[in-house]
């Protein structure tokens, strides 16, 4: 496991913590809180897991993403590039929280590359 992204990211339980602290600052964010806005509980735990398994499964996890793809989840929400930059600094400062090392950090440049699914 630990010669995958996914083991030395630190499993499930790993990732799980950072998505976590992830959707807790962008929903607190006062330029991204209105993608979360009139949104039942239920609702945000359903996405919360779909982010874990979402990043699992890209990092070689033995989890399988049964969600929609980027740009069908996405379309319409009227997300732009300075929602964009806002959502990649959170994620670096979550990263940087839990000490990512930089080699692990392989993570942005897989969240990278699903920009043009995600900006509109």
């Known amino acids: 496991m630990a010669d995958t992204l996914y ?19 962008l929903r607190a964010d006062a330029q991204l809180a209105r993608f979360w806005q009139n949104r039942a509980d239920d609702s945000i735990r359903r996405e919360k897991q779909l982010l874990i398994d979402f990043l699992c499964s890209v990092s070689g996890g033995p989890l399988y993403y049964v969600g929609r793809d980027m740009k069908t989840s996405h379309r ?27 080699a692990e950090r392989a993570v942005l440049g897989f969240v990278d590359s699903t920009k043009a699914d995600i900006v509109e």
């Open 7 to 25: 083991g030395r990211l630190g499993g499930y339980d790993a990732i799980a913590a950072v998505s976590d602290d992830l959707l807790v600052r």
């Open 76 to 102: 319409g929400m009227g997300i732009s590039e300075s929602d964009w930059q806002r959502f990649i600094d959170h994620l670096e400062a979550t990263l940087g929280k839990f000490a990512v090392p930089a």
